[in-house]
C-alpha cells in the first residue's frame, strides 16, 4: 500500500467517494485544510464501523450525513475561546458579500462552463450554511428526510431550507437560467 | 410548508459545481490521510487500539488508530522525510484533533520578566511547571502547590474553561468570555494542538530541520505578524513522532506587552486514556460543589483571588 492505494474494499470505497465528500466539506468550511481534516475524521469513524455498516450500500450517505454534521459544528457551533493571534474578524459563515477568491480563479474563468461554475460558487457562498448544505445534499440526490437526519432538523424545516436555498441561487444565477434552462 | 419540489433548475448547477469540485480531489492523498497508527507513542500497543475500536468508551482517538488497521493492515507510515514543515505541521493538526489523550509535561522558564515599569500582572503565579492532559481542544492541568493542594485548571469540551478551586467550589467560564485574564492565562499553560497548528500555518514563517530515520521531525516556527498580542508565541519548535507526527515536544517563547515573558517547554510523558470526566469541572469536585459562573461575577472574583492567593509569588528569576 505504499501509495496508499487500496488494499481492499474500503480502500477502494475511500477512493470512490472522497471527491465528492471534500468537495462538499470544502464547500461549508471554504477551508481545505479543515475540509480535509473533517473528512478524514468521518472516514475514519465509519471505517471503525465497517463491520457495522453496509458501506457499498449506504455508506455514502452515511458519510455525507457524517460530514456535515462534522463541518456545521465546526463552522457554526463551535467558537475557539482563545487563539495565539485573534482573527481580525469573526465574520462566521454567512457573510453575505464575501468576494470570491480571485487567486483562486484559472486563467479560463470566463468560458462559459468555468464562469457558470464561479457564478454558482459565489451564489453558494451567499448562502447561510445550513440552507447551502441542505440545497448541495438535494442536488446530490439525498432525500427530504436525510437531508433532514444530516442537518438536525425537522423533515419540514429541511425543505424549508432548500427551498429558500433554491430561490436565492436561483435569483443570483438568473443570467444562467433566462439563457439556459436547466436540462 | 410542503415538500418543495423533488427537482429544481438549480440543483443541476450545484450538481455540476459539486462534480467539477471532486475532480480536483486527489482522492488517494485522503486514503493516505487515514492516519498513522500510534505505534511509536508511549504506552498504548495495537492491542489496546483494536480493543478501543471494539467500542468500549471508544473516542475518535482510537477510532482514527483503529481506521488505519483496518484499511492498511498494519503497514508502514509512508516516509515522513520529504514532507515539508506546512505538511508536517498539518499532519500534526490532524493527528491532535482526535481523541487521543496525552500527558505533557511542563515547565516555564521565567527567565525574562516583564518591564519593571508594569506591575506583575496577578496571574503570573500561574505560570509554573506542571503537568497537563490533552485531548484536542480540550485539556486539564495539574500543579502541586507548597501547601500541599494543587492548583487545577481546565478546558472542557464545550469550550469553557474552569477552575477547580476547592472539591465543594468550582469556577467556570464560558467561551465568550474570550478576553477574561484568567481565562487566557488558563489557556496558555495548555498545549492545544488544533489551535496552536493552525495558528502556525496561518501566522508563521515555517522551515523544518533534516532528521535520521526513527529521529524525532523538527519543525521551527517564527512568527510573521502583523504584531504579535498577548502572549503571542514568537518562535515555536515542535518534535513530532516520525510515525504519527503527535507532539513529543513543543517549545514555545511568548511575549507580553512586547516583551519576552517566558519560554514554555512541553514534552509528551504518555499517550493514555483519560475518562472523559477528567477534562470537565466535575470530575474535580464533590457532588453537591457549588460552582461559579459569568452569572455571579462578584463570587467569581472573589474565590479568584482566594485562589491565586494559594500559587507562589513570582520573583523575576526564579522558577
Known amino acids: 500500500m505504499g501509495d496508499g492505494g487500496p488494499s481492499d474494499d474500503r480502500g477502494a470505497w475511500v477512493l470512490a467517494t472522497a471527491g465528492r465528500a471534500v468537495a462538499y466539506a470544502r464547500s461549508l468550511l471554504r477551508d481545505p485544510h479543515d475540509a ?67 487567486a483562486a480563479r484559472p ?36 432525500s427530504q428526510q436525510e437531508i433532514a437526519d444530516a442537518l438536525g432538523v425537522s423533515v419540514t424545516n429541511a425543505g424549508v431550507l432548500v427551498h429558500r436555498a433554491r430561490v436565492a441561487l436561483a435569483s443570483h444565477l438568473a443570467p444562467f437560467l433566462d439563457a439556459d434552462p436547466a436540462p | 410548508m410542503s415538500e418543495p419540489p423533488d427537482h429544481h433548475p438549480v440543483d443541476d448547477f450545484v450538481r455540476q459545481h459539486l462534480d467539477r469540485e471532486a475532480a480536483t480531489v486527489d482522492a488517494r492523498a485522503v486514503l493516505r490521510r487515514v492516519h498513522p497508527v500510534p505505534a511509536v507513542e508511549p504506552a498504548r500497543t495495537r492491542r489496546l487500539v483494536w480493543r478501543w475500536a471494539a467500542g468500549i468508551g471508544v473516542g475518535a482517538g482510537a477510532v482514527a488508530a483503529a481506521c488505519l488497521l483496518i484499511v492498511f493492515g498494519g503497514g ?19 493527528a491532535h484533533s ?42 486539564w492541568f495539574d500543579s502541586p502547590l507548597p501547601d500541599g493542594r494543587h492548583g487545577t485548571f481546565g478546558r472542557d469540551g464545550q469550550g469553557r474553561v474552569w477552575v477547580a478551586v476547592a ?39 515555517l522551515s523544518r530541520e533534516d532528521a535520521a530515520p526513527g529521529e524525532p521531525l523538527k519543525v521551527r516556527a517564527t512568527f510573521r505578524g502583523p504584531g504579535p498580542g498577548e502572549f ?23 511575549l507580553a506587552g512586547g516583551e519576552a515573558v517566558a519560554t514554555f517547554t512541553f514534552t509528551l510523558r504518555e499517550t493514555g486514556r483519560q475518562p472523559d470526566a477528567a477534562y470537565e469541572l466535575r470530575g474535580h469536585l464533590d457532588a453537591n460543589a457549588r460552582v461559579v459562573g459569568p452569572k455571579d461575577l462578584p463570587a467569581r472574583d472573589r474565590a479568584r483571588g482566594e485562589w491565586l492567593g494559594r500559587f507562589p509569588a513570582w520573583r523575576p528569576g526564579t522558577r
Not at chain 2, 182 to 202: F, I, K, Q
Not at chain 2, 232 to 254: G, M, N
Request: net charge neutral; aromatic share 4%; proline share 9%.
Open chain 1, 36 to 102: 480535509e481534516d473533517v473528512v478524514q475524521d468521518c472516514y475514519c469513524r465509519l471505517l471503525a464501523k465497517a463491520d457495522v455498516y453496509d458501506l457499498p450500500r449506504d455508506g455514502a450517505k452515511l458519510l455525507m450525513r457524517s460530514v456535515t454534521n462534522a463541518c456545521i459544528n465546526r463552522r457554526v457551533r463551535r467558537r475557539p475561546v482563545f487563539r495565539l493571534v485573534r482573527p481580525v474578524a469573526d465574520g462566521g459563515d454567512e457573510v453575505p458579500d464575501d468576494p470570491p477568491d480571485a
Open chain 2, 76 to 94: 508502514t507510515p509512508p516516509a515522513a522525510h520529504a514532507a515539508t514543515a506546512a505538511e508536517l505541521v498539518r499532519d500534526a493538526k490532524a
Open chain 1, 107 to 142: 486563467a479560463d474563468e470566463h468560458a462559459a462552463g468555468r464562469e457558470l461554475s464561479v457564478a454558482v460558487a459565489a451564489g453558494l457562498r451567499r448562502l447561510p450554511v445550513q440552507q447551502r448544505a441542505a440545497l448541495e445534499l438535494k442536488s446530490l440526490g439525498h
Open chain 2, 167 to 205: 472539591p465543594r467550589l468550582g469556577l467556570l467560564y464560558s467561551p465568550d468570555e474570550t478576553g477574561e485574564p484568567l481565562a487566557r492565562v488558563c489557556n496558555l499553560m495548555s498545549l492545544r494542538g488544533p489551535t496552536l497548528m493552525a495558528d502556525m500555518l496561518d501566522h508563521y514563517d
Open chain 2, 98 to 139: 482526535d481523541a487521543t489523550d496525552r500527558l505533557y509535561d511542563v515547565k516555564v522558564d521565567r527567565a525574562a520578566p516583564p518591564s519593571r515599569r508594569e506591575p506583575v500582572p496577578p496571574f503570573w503565579p500561574l505560570l509554573r511547571d506542571g503537568r497537563v492532559w490533552t485531548r484536542g481542544e480540550q485539556f
Open chain 2, 232 to 254: 503571542a508565541a514568537t518562535r515555536i519548535s515542535l518534535e513530532l513522532d516520525p510515525a504519527t507526527k503527535a507532539v513529543r515536544k513543543a517549545v514555545q517563547e511568548r
